[in-house]
């Protein structure tokens, strides 16, 4: 039986911080500073966290390994699940020929490209994200950014930084739900306050996005559409976790900050489209030139679209569209009809991990409940993927031979991104089972009332390291409340900043990077998409933190129910 310390190197807590902190320092060192591949830096960061396990805590060498194995499995499935079929279900698009019409359909909304970053990776993003989360948002957004044009480095940070608002109410509001198991609060509570933090965030990334696309002169040219459609997101997303339901918060932010582009496109045209796609054109025969062998999303990108050469009927536009429209219908029914829900919940088989379940104990001197592996083999958003692209292979009439081919070649050019999404979840439970993560919380929560502003670091850290805001609240909602208590402050503000500094977290994840960079076509440069992202996280982590110190004082009126 362990029981890890909370400081186990000579009873300091700084000392002991410190020296946990070595993985991860291990993990961003070598991919933003030493530009390792992404495997190479998970495989050393999962040596240097199971060297400081067992040297440091006291871990037993066998439960450190068997810890490495099961955040390895669930790196599989069903993280790396998701992501394979998702990838897959666009190879099937690509095979079948329905890609290029999906260029098509999304110009005739705009084919202006700092639009359709907004479109595509904000709204319709967010949308993927209320509903699956987990990657898929990622993953499915990238490759349609690349559908209509986009270089991949720039696809691959448009949709990383696009994916923050909607994180903390993702896959219905389970991060939310979680913090809210764990500590005991209404996560109604909870959710509405989330709902006093991340709408403000959601009011200026389209803003990002469109300076990310086209620069200073984008943000010159098109800021009225993306305050437009940020405020109207984040006014929905206030309103929902308020006053109607936590749950469907992000579906109501995303198809209100959609149809508001929409509307105001017929009444509003952006200039500068034309100057935005020579300017993708010039970048797209750059980076060809530079990459030629490049593969994935990006290897099926034309330079052109004749618009002229067959007319979009609405056969067509409907065939371009029914992936989507599909995966939209099989997971709003799988969520939003609780019987489905529940039955789908029914079949999950929770799998105590061999030797490990039952002998790890958690700094609180509590059996942990993390040793349990959920296989999920028919609830998990995978497995809805895999139903999806069944369906749009039969709607597409491919064979059955094909389709297993195309997925069995998706395996194959993945395989070093399943690798680096295992040896990151391995490294992640092993750092929660040691001790070395609440170690660093435990650390930073001993700050007293300076912990309010800095209370979201925890959440950032916590996505971070495990790519999932659910598991970053797992890790830390507890303490944050035990900290907001010990300090006199609002457990319910600090727990919902827990999530909120959560969702500007994952754009760092290695998972995350390895996902998006599988997307679009960029195997191996996750380093350097970590490097042209770190400073965006690290920017709204800085704003969240003031915002959250901000309501724990002078802007406590923000808090509901505050004074």
């Keep these: 039986m362990y029981t890890p310390e909370i400081a186990p190197l000579a009873d300091s807590l700084l000392w002991s911080s410190l020296v946990a902190l070595l993985p991860l320092l291990t993990i961003f060192v070598t991919l933003g500073f030493l530009k390792w591949k992404a495997h190479w830096a998970g495989l050393a960061a999962v040596i240097v966290a199971l060297i400081v396990a067992i040297f440091v805590y006291g871990m037993p060498v066998g439960?450190?390994?068997?810890?490495?194995?099961?955040?390895?499995?669930f790196g599989l499935f069903p993280i790396m699940w998701i992501v394979i079929t998702a990838i897959w279900l666009y190879e099937l698009t690509v095979k079948s020929g329905h890609f290029e019409d999906l260029r098509l359909v999304i110009n005739v909304?705009?084919?202006?490209?700092?639009?359709?970053a907004i479109l595509v990776a904000f709204c319709f993003g967010g949308l993927l994200e209320a509903l699956a989360g987990f990657g898929a948002p990622v993953a499915i957004t990238g490759v349609m950014l690349i559908a209509v044009g986009f270089t991949a480095m720039r696809a691959a940070v448009v949709v990383l930084v696009a994916n923050t608002a909607p994180v903390a109410f993702g896959a219905i509001a389970i991060p939310i739900i979680t913090a809210g198991n764990l500590t005991g609060i209404d996560y109604k509570e909870i959710g509405a306050m989330v709902g006093h933090q991340t709408p403000l965030l959601a009011a200026v990334v389209p803003l990002f996005l469109i300076f990310l696309v086209d620069g200073k002169r984008g943000l010159r040219q098109l800021w009225p559409l993306a305050l437009v459609v940020g405020i109207v997101f984040g006014a929905a997303q206030f309103v929902s976790a308020n006053y109607l339901s936590v749950e469907m918060t992000d579906i109501i932010a995303s198809l209100?900050?959609?149809?508001?582009?929409?509307?105001?496109?017929?009444?509003?045209?952006?200039?500068?489209?034309?100057?935005?796609?020579?300017?993708?054109a010039d970048e797209r025969s750059r980076e060809k030139a530079s990459a030629p062998d490049a593969g994935g999303a990006a290897a099926a990108v034309a330079t052109s679209v004749d618009t002229k050469a067959a007319p979009m009927t609405g056969k067509r536009v409907f065939m371009a569209l029914f992936p989507y429209l599909i995966v939209i219908v099989i997971f709003s029914g799988a969520k939003l009809i609780p019987v489905i829900d529940k039955w789908l919940a029914s079949t999950d088989v929770k799998i105590p991990w061999p030797g490990l379940d039952g002998n790890i104990m958690t700094a609180a001197g509590e059996l942990s409940t993390s040793t349990v592996y959920n296989f999920q083999w028919l609830s998990s958003p995978g497995t809805m993927l895999l139903a999806s692209g069944i369906i749009v292979a039969i709607v597409y009439k491919m064979t059955a031979k094909d389709a297993v081919q195309v997925?069995?070649?998706n395996v194959?050019?993945?395989?070093?991104?399943?690798?680096?999404?295992?040896?990151?979840?391995?490294?992640?439970?092993?750092?929660?089972?040691s001790g070395q993560t609440i170690t660093i919380g435990t650390w930073i929560a001993g700050t007293g009332a300076l912990f309010a502003f800095l209370s979201p670091i925890l959440g950032w850290l916590g996505t971070a390291v495990t790519g999932s805001d659910t598991s970053a609240n797992a890790l830390f909602a507890t303490l944050q409340q035990t900290a907001a208590t010990k300090a006199g402050i609002d457990p319910?503000?600090?727990?919902?900043?827990?999530?909120?500094?959560?969702?500007?977290?994952k754009m760092i994840s290695p998972q995350n990077l390895t996902i998006a960079a599988t997307a679009v076509g960029l195997l191996g440069q996750e380093a350097s998409i970590f490097r042209r992202v770190i400073w965006w996280s690290l920017g709204m982590l800085v704003v969240m933190c003031l915002l959250v110190g901000l309501q724990s004082t002078v802007l406590s009126w923000m808090v509901p129910g505050g004074a």
């Design 492 to 505: 319910v503000l600090l727990v919902a900043a827990n999530s909120s500094g959560g969702v500007v977290g």
């Design 256 to 280: 209100m900050g959609l149809a508001a582009a929409v509307i105001m496109l017929q009444f509003w045209k952006p200039v500068g489209g034309q100057d935005a796609l020579d300017k993708m």
């Design 412 to 433: 194959v050019k993945m395989r070093f991104s399943i690798l680096t999404v295992g040896l990151v979840l391995a490294l992640a439970y092993v750092m929660n089972l």
């Design 407 to 409: 997925f069995v070649d």
């Design 109 to 116: 909304i705009s084919d202006d490209p700092r639009v359709q």
């Design 63 to 73: 439960l450190a390994g068997l810890s490495a194995s099961q955040g390895f499995a």
